[in-house]
T-cell receptor, first 111, second 109 residues
């Protein structure tokens, strides 16, 4: 079965610091991977999705970037965090398709 | 801008009652519809999917879809305190999944 590993579970970072969140998938090859953010009082917002190595689609202009260095690895980054980057970040494998699923999420607080 | 609208709640129902959750969507070409349950601090988990007009039942859950009215709903029969969570409606058409903000359900014992 497919498993998504996402870490860390919680993170507190100062404004202006860099960010790197990693997501890896087991049990499948060439997965479609997604990064979502859930801010307080807001729904799940799609940030990026990737259909393969080096292929990134950005849904929302923002202070973040994503990379897909390996087939089963999807990384979310920022060079300088803003207060508005706080939220619950979720990696997902083919959400809404078959057995697609979400990772356990990272709670990011920018202070 | 494709939108999915849900009443944020909270929706409070007594234990054993039927909980009714509603969702409307703006994109008429939407083809697939999903209900996710999200417990506080946890990631969403898929509980129902529906693709054609009508009802789809799975245990205590029934999803209802009306494409003409651009409306999808979720009924939870015999509600239990463990059903207390936020329920997210999600819609997919020609673009990746779009989520509503969710409805918070509270089942009172």
């Amino acid at each position: 079965s497919q498993t998504i590993h996402q870490w860390p579970a919680t993170l507190v970072q100062p404004v202006g610091s860099p960010l790197s969140l990693e997501c890896t998938v087991e049990g499948t090859s060439n997965p479609n991977l997604y990064w979502y953010r859930q801010a307080a009082g807001r729904g799940l917002q799609l940030l990026f999705y990737s259909v393969g190595i080096g292929q990134i689609s950005s849904e929302v202009p923002q202070n973040l970037s994503a990379s897909r260095p390996q087939d089963r690895q999807f990384i979310l980054s920022s060079k300088k965090l803003l207060l508005s980057d706080s939220g619950f970040y979720l990696c997902a494998w083919r959400p809404g398709q078959g057995q697609g699923t979400f990772g356990s999420g990272t709670r990011l607080t920018v202070v | 801008q494709k939108e999915v609208e849900q009443n944020s709640g909270p929706l409070s129902v007594p234990e054993g009652a039927i909980a009714s959750l509603n969702c409307t969507y703006s994109d008429r070409v939407s083809q697939s519809f999903f209900w996710y349950r999200q417990y506080s601090g946890k990631s969403p988990e898929l509980i129902m999917s529906i693709y054609s007009n009508g009802d789809k039942e799975d245990g205590r859950f029934t999803a209802q879809l009306n494409k003409a009215s651009q409306y999808v709903s979720l009924l939870i029969r015999d509600s239990q305190p463990s059903d207390s969570a936020t329920y997210l409606c999600a819609v997919r058409g020609n673009t990746p999944l779009v989520f509503g903000k969710g409805t918070r359900l509270s089942v009172i014992a």
